[in-house]
């Protein structure tokens, strides 16, 4: 069966369906991450609620400032929760696809193809919206979606350049304008 389909979905809508999509591809992080600012604010709570008889119970013990410790100690538990759900939600994206794959990289009159045994996409050149250029690697963009050309593709420092120049050269006036400051040093401007 062949299909042929033309649409357009506006801005908003695109926006709230990325939302619902991305809590639904990870909705353990998704749950864990709102599970985390409870605790946090329940945690702020308690201690405020609390904090005078938990601190004179722990005078009467010998301990001062035990709120004030409770407090860092909550703060400390917060930040190593956060780096752990950031390498959690890390992992999880890494076993959705192999980042390891080689992608096969083309340049035409019409624009860039980076194809990989899984996935093919094709970049207009009017598709282009910014061009970055990082220390080891040159980034385009289409809206939200970046394609990565590491340094370690180009023969050499001048085919990297020469291909910095081709694609800012072939850009529209809205995205050379705003990709000027990411590739002025690399186009010689």
């Given at each position: ?12 809508v ?27 604010l ?43 759900l ?54 385009v ?49």
């Amino acid at each position: 069966m062949q299909r042929e389909l033309h649409y357009q979905v506006p801005f908003d809508v695109l926006a709230k369906i990325g939302r619902s999509a991305g809590r639904k591809a990870y909705r353990s992080a998704w749950y864990l991450n709102w599970l985390l600012i409870a605790s946090f604010l329940v945690a702020v709570v308690l201690l405020i609620v609390f904090g005078d008889a938990l601190d004179r119970s722990m005078r009467r013990a010998g301990i001062s400032y035990s709120v004030e410790a409770s407090f860092i100690l909550v703060c400390v538990l917060m930040i190593a929760a956060v780096l752990w759900l950031r390498r959690f939600t890390r992992g999880r994206a890494k076993a959705r696809t192999d980042y390891d794959q080689t992608i096969h990289f083309t340049q035409d009159d019409g624009g860039l193809r980076f194809a990989t045994a899984e996935i093919e996409t094709y970049l207009k050149w009017q598709g282009i919206t910014q061009l970055l250029v990082e220390h080891n690697a040159v980034v385009v963009s289409h809206a939200n979606l970046f394609y990565v050309v590491p340094n370690s593709a180009f023969a050499s420092a001048d085919a990297r350049i020469e291909f910095i120049r081709d694609v800012y050269g072939r850009l529209s006036d809205k995205a050379r304008a705003i990709s000027e400051r990411y590739v002025r040093a690399a186009i010689g401007g």
